[in-house]
């Protein structure tokens, strides 16, 4: 059977990657993430996974024709709903927009091979999508394939230590071991639901699988 190579970018704690064993057992995952400390979690949750520690905008743009899949998680907090709230009151800085997240969408869409299946995700911004995406629970995705309407799971935010207790039990995962300089609570929140990141896998692999063995059966035929 032939080895699925598949791009995680971002990829912090994996919150997308950890169901995806349950799809697949011919994966082969390279993961790209900048924070050191991150990256010393991601290698303990998944060990066989190649792990990158460099730019992730960067390293796709030098090896996007590498892989079956790519999945990229750009930073959210510019565009997220929350932040833009709380900068209005003076809780955080106002900022530009981050248009990396666009950059990634316009380049995968024209660039991308043609049998190479994509997805980028976000969170649901404050303003309306300059590119329209499905939306999915808390987050948006744009792919360059048809995603199904899936269930997500649902989890009460609420403020406090009980959000994070929340979100432990919710990602299973214990979050309390990261030691670095991001909020815990922050990555914990924006974290992908491990289902939907297995669904969304899925729904691209058999899309794979379908071309695959299309062009096996011309093959025999001639």
């Not at 057992?25 to 990256?39: F, H, K, S, Y």
């Not at 079956?68 to 510019?78: E, K, Q, R």
């Not at 799971?153 to 299973?172: A, P, S, T, V």
Request: proline residues 5%; charged residues 25%.
């Amino acid at each position: 059977m032939k080895t699925i190579k598949i791009l995680n970018l971002y990829a912090c704690l994996g919150g997308n990657r950890y169901k995806w064993d349950e799809v697949a057992d011919n994966l082969e995952i390279t993961a790209v993430e900048l924070d050191p400390e991150a990256v010393r979690l991601y290698k303990e949750r998944f060990p066989k996974d190649e792990v990158i520690v460099t730019d992730a905008h960067q390293y796709l743009l030098d090896h996007y024709k590498e892989f079956d899949f790519i999945w990229s998680s750009p930073p959210c907090p510019t565009h997220s709903r929350a932040r833009y709230w709380s900068s209005k009151g003076g809780q955080y800085k106002v900022e530009y927009p981050d248009l990396m997240l666009y950059q990634e969408i316009i380049f995968l869409k024209h660039f991308a091979l043609s049998n190479t299946k994509w997805v980028v995700e976000n969170v649901i911004p404050y303003y309306e999508p300059l590119i329209p995406g499905y939306q999915r629970g808390r987050h948006l995705y744009w792919t360059n394939f048809v995603l199904p309407n899936f269930e997500c799971r649902k989890i009460k935010i609420c403020q406090g230590g009980k959000e994070l207790n929340n979100l432990i039990e919710f990602h299973d995962y214990d979050f309390r071991k990261y030691k670095g300089t991001q909020s815990v609570s922050k990555m914990a929140r924006n974290l992908v639901d491990y289902e939907a990141g297995k669904t969304i896998l899925e729904t691209a692999l058999g899309i794979i699988r379908k071309k695959d063995e299309k062009q096996t059966s011309i093959f025999d035929y001639l």
